[in-house]
């Protein structure tokens, strides 16, 4: 019996290993990458405080299920080993699993469109149409950035600011997401880079935002769970187009 639950927790960390490589190669299709920096983590344990982080500057493009590295969030020496990871990943995630519990997977990165908005005064999504109200009283919005994160508390604060939403608009930064599964966070991520997108041409033509009224923003956003099982379905589907070019994201 110890023997088989034993068998089955490898077997759930291993998918998740090879659903959050996925996740990166994808983030480079998607043009969501930044050179080597930004970080995508899954938690394994319970608690979440035991989670799998991309390895220090390491491309997207290149990232295999085996190369993501399995972290502690109170394992002090973290940072003091050969092989430690991004300061500022190691702060965020750490933080984050640790404090958020809704938090299993957490997606943070700079996509242009997104990062353009977290650059603007006000960086919130109108609802002008099906994307944007998807996010309509769903988005955290942290307007106090501290620098970059490389400190603890940044860490801290950035989990806190979370409330008890899973997606945050970061002024001055990008964006983080969090969700149950890695599907789940991505579809999140994929959607809010497209409605980002969808405000800044729709700002670019400076002319005044047709939004929706609150009644209609939230009937539209309450629309979208009827489309949750979307998540999985997309996922998947990214996962065998990658497989038809590149499978090393499994190994
Ligand atoms: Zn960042």
Same mark, same amino acid.
């Given at each position: 019996?110890? !023997? ?6 490898? #077997?759930?960390?291993? %998918? @998740? ?22 970080? +995508?983590? /899954? ?9 799998? @982080? ?13 190369? *993501?590295?399995? @972290? ?6 973290? =940072? ?15 933080? !984050? ?11 943070? $990165? ?14 919130? *999504? ?9 996010? +309509?009283?769903? $988005? ?7 620098? &970059? /994160? ?17 997606? &945050?608009? &970061?002024?001055?930064?990008? !964006? ?22 969808? =405000? ?11 939004? &929706? ?16 099982? /979307?998540?999985?379905?997309?996922? #998947? %589907? ?14």
């Amino acid at each position: 019996m110890a !023997v088989h639950s034993l068998h089955a927790a490898d #077997e759930h960390e291993w %998918q @998740l290993r090879v659903d959050l490589a996925a996740a990166f190669r994808l983030a480079v299709h998607f043009d969501w990458h930044e050179s080597v920096g930004n970080h +995508f983590s /899954a938690a394994v344990s319970e608690d979440g405080k035991t989670f799998l @982080l991309n390895p220090r500057w390491q491309h997207f493009s290149a990232i295999r299920a085996s190369d *993501l590295l399995l @972290l502690h969030a109170e394992d002090k020496e973290t =940072m003091e080993r050969e092989n430690a990871p991004d300061p500022s990943a190691w702060c965020i995630h750490g933080s !984050v699993h640790a404090a958020v519990p809704h938090a299993r997977v957490l997606l943070h $990165c700079h996509p242009p469109y997104a990062t353009a908005l977290c650059g603007l005064k006000d960086p919130s *999504l109108k609802p002008i149409d099906q994307n944007t109200a998807r996010f +309509f009283n769903r $988005c955290a919005i942290d307007l106090d950035f501290g620098g &970059m /994160a490389d400190e603890a508390e940044e860490g801290r604060r950035i989990a806190r600011a979370f409330g008890n939403h899973s997606i &945050m608009m &970061m002024g001055n930064h990008g !964006v983080s997401v969090a969700g149950e599964t890695v599907a789940k966070a991505f579809e999140d991520l994929y959607f809010l880079e497209r409605a980002a997108k969808t =405000m800044v041409l729709a700002y670019s033509t400076g002319q005044p935002l047709n939004v &929706m009224d609150d009644t209609l923003a939230e009937k539209t956003a309450a629309a979208w769970d009827d489309y949750a099982g /979307a998540a999985d379905a997309h996922f #998947e %589907q990214l996962k065998q187009m990658l497989d038809r070019t590149d499978p090393t994201y499994r190994d």
